[in-house]
């Protein structure tokens, strides 16, 4: 499969975002920022976030909306790579943030959900009413660490839901091409859940689960491999970056077809789908702090509010 490298030393990229004139948004989170990278290659900054910026997503006014983990300790290594490591000091907690993608403004818009405080909002993918689902993955420190949870917010400001909990380090998330079911992607277990969305903000749990959380297992890996974000396609498989064997692990709905699309980077953390007839994957090689672009066999299934970019 063919890589192309649109974009180099970025600080650990993360949160890719198609837009409607080919450009890639993506967050820098060793930096805090939210930056554009053009189809030639060119980069300009958007905005300055501060923090941790982490997932990113367009939502029905046209802004986007991130992520904001607050931040890691960051180690780099001998061999040049960058890696994430745990709480930092002068850590201020988690965020939704709001950025205007015309003027840069970013605006906080949630610091807790109605249950407890943000830890590390980490993923996010809005439904087709305009909510949006996030998964906030905790904090690690020394000793201990927090249980994460998903949540749904409205982009008025006016509700922040805690919906799923408790959680093992929920990472990444999306929808299902019928927007009935919710996936999410643990980072540490490597496993990736579905759960049947009962309406807006709520999760029907399955009869069976004997998870506490009440979701379905859809697939889990072997060996010391963790899963990240996700990307859904447009046939209902998902795609979920994968930590350790660089590479995108691609699943069924069923669980029972996996195939790995290997990628030149240990930490291939995050992927979307766009270009033409969302046929290319843009996929974040995060400890080697570059953006690549990959001919997909399929094509992706374009986000809610897409085309809504406001560029």
Same mark, same amino acid.
């Given at each position: 499969?063919? /890589? ?33 990278? &053009? ?11 501060? *923090? ?5 997503? /367009? ?34 907690? *988690? ?61 008025? *400001? ?15 998330? *999306? ?49 010391? &491999? ?63 702090? &570059? ?21």
């Amino acid at each position: 499969m063919k /890589i192309d490298i649109l974009a180099e030393g970025l600080a650990f990229p993360e949160g890719p975002v198609a837009l409607a004139d080919g450009s890639v948004l993506v967050v820098e989170i060793a930096a805090g920022r939210l930056t554009r990278v &053009r189809p030639d290659g060119r980069r300009e900054v958007v905005a300055d976030v501060g *923090g941790g910026p982490n997932g990113a997503a /367009i939502g029905p006014d046209g802004a986007c909306y991130v992520c904001d983990g607050g931040g890691y300790e960051w180690h780099r290594h001998e061999d040049g790579t960058l890696h994430p490591g745990l709480q930092p000091p002068g850590y201020a907690g *988690g965020r939704i943030v709001r950025v205007d993608l015309a003027s840069g403004a970013a605006r906080t818009l949630y610091t807790h959900s109605d249950k407890a405080p943000l830890k590390g909002p980490n993923d996010l993918v809005f439904d087709a009413d305009g909510g949006l689902w996030f998964s906030d993955l905790g904090k690690r420190r020394t000793r201990d660490m927090d249980h994460g949870a998903i949540c749904w917010a409205r982009i008025d *400001g006016s509700e922040c839901r805690e919906v799923i909990h408790p959680m093992t380090t929920p990472n990444g998330v *999306g929808l299902s091409p019928d927007g009935r079911r919710l996936y999410v992607a643990e980072t540490g277990p490597g496993r990736l859940w579905a759960f049947d969305i009962a309406g807006p903000g709520r999760i029907a749990r399955a009869p069976d689960s004997p998870a506490p959380h009440g979701g379905t297992l859809v697939a889990g890996l072997p060996g010391y &491999r963790m899963f990240d974000s996700l990307a859904v396609e447009a046939d209902g498989r998902i795609c979920v970056a994968t930590l350790h064997d660089g590479g995108i692990t691609v699943v069924s709905p069923s669980g029972d077809a996996v195939e790995h699309v290997p990628m030149p980077d240990r930490f291939a953390t995050n992927l979307c789908f766009g270009g033409a007839g969302m046929r290319t994957a843009f996929v974040t090689l995060s400890s080697t702090g &570059r953006l690549a672009a990959v001919a997909w066999p399929r094509p992706g299934l374009p986000p809610n509010f897409h085309h809504r970019d406001g560029l």
